[in-house]
């Protein structure tokens, strides 16, 4: 089992955010979804093949950093995305996912 780590954000300038919502504005979480998942196909070299369970339980403000920690089990990913808020840390999202075989990555 191998785990990683990587920072997540979305600044305040993103043009999803004046529509999500107007006067507080949150991260979709379809887009912190989104770079969690870039992130893990970029260290693992190979594709996710579907997701298989996610839950948000918090939302990500904007320019407010973010840390997905995964673990990467074969081809099982389990992952947890948390900020910290007032020395508190607060959990944003958590799922898991199930990664494309090696050799089936082209």
């Known amino acids: 089992m191998s785990r990683l780590e990587f920072d997540c954000g979305v600044r305040a300038d993103h043009p999803c955010l ?6 507080r504005p949150i991260v979709p979480g ?3 979804l989104d770079q969690v ?3 893990l196909q970029r260290a693992t070299r190979r594709r996710i093949a579907r997701l298989q369970r996610v839950k948000f339980t918090a939302a990500l403000r904007p320019d407010e950093l973010a840390v997905a920690r995964c673990e990467v089990d074969g081809e099982q990913v389990s992952f947890r995305v948390c900020a910290r ?4 840390e607060v959990m944003l999202a958590s799922g898991s996912a199930l990664l494309l075989a090696a050799e089936q990555v082209a």
């Open 18 to 23: 004046p529509g999500h919502f107007p006067g």
């Open 30 to 32: 379809v887009l912190l």
């Open 37 to 39: 998942l870039a992130a």
């Open 85 to 88: 808020r007032d020395d508190v």
